[in-house]
């Protein structure tokens, strides 16, 4: 967590971290699922942020479409240019 995020809090913002396939958190299998290769299951990781958009949206009601917001670099701008070219 950064401290300069906390203005955007104050102000009533809120800020999710979305845990997508492509770290190391959840262990090299989950990463591989279902096929067990890295690039042949890529697609997990923009499917699972498509996901997590979905839930704010739809189930939780945080946000809109109009008013959500992403941010990514290097690998994340990959991420970020998959997803929105996938579900805009």
Not at 9 to 32: F, N, P, S, T
Not at 44 to 69: C, Y
Request: hydrophobic letters at 35%.
């Amino acid at each position: 967590f950064r401290s300069t995020r906390r203005t955007l809090l104050d102000r009533g913002m809120v800020y999710v971290i979305a845990h997508v396939r492509g770290g190391g958190e959840m262990g090299r299998q989950w990463y591989e699922e279902p096929k067990g290769a890295k690039y042949l299951c890529k697609k997990n990781t923009f499917d699972d942020f498509v996901d997590v958009a979905r839930w704010l949206i739809d189930d939780r009601k945080i946000t809109t479409p109009n008013q959500l917001s992403c941010e990514g670099r290097s690998a994340g701008g990959l991420l970020i240019g998959a997803s929105i070219n996938q579900a805009p």
